[in-house]
């Protein structure tokens, strides 16, 4: 008896895909409140349903997102699959690397709160859907991201990068899941209870 069931196969697309990101969001993963919904990852607060599935509800009370501007083409994810034929498991270490230009104080002081905290963290690729809106993905819906390496550099030369560059990093039972299509702006979604996103 087969233990899976494949539902779909996949031909080649007609549309050209764009690397990057856009912008990323940042959630305190205590932030994300607990329901009975069905489809809820685990007591976060998100619900993972449908068919594909995908993040259709975000429950954070009066909790915000804190959304970080990103140059262009500086920064990316990755999502590695670590599998084992030998132990029969498999699990996925998703991987995202925020690049931001310029030291300044008030970053160095965030610095600091986001290398204490958990996450769960979303990004808004520059790759759209059919209708122009940003793909938004999310990752550490189970156990949280952790910001486990990265520099602050000042450059030497005049044209050096000076800012930083921080790496966070998780590792979960499922792949990342796409966050449902917005309305007009990114998780403005009916479905998604959450405070005033805060942007800078």
Known sequence: MACTALTKGRGLSCDRSSGGI?????GVYDDFNASATTGEVYGTGIIVSGSPQSITDIEMGSNVLYRYTLPRGESSLTETIVGSTENGSVYYTPSITVKLNTLTTADQDELIRLGKSKLVVFAALNATLANGHNVIVGMGLRNGMRLNSGTDVSGAAWGDHN?????FEGMEEEPMMMVADYTTAPFDNTAFTMGTMVIS
Request: no cysteine; hydrophobic share 30%.
């Open 163 to 167: 800012g930083y560059s921080w790496t």
């Open 22 to 26: 856009k912008y990323v969001y940042f």
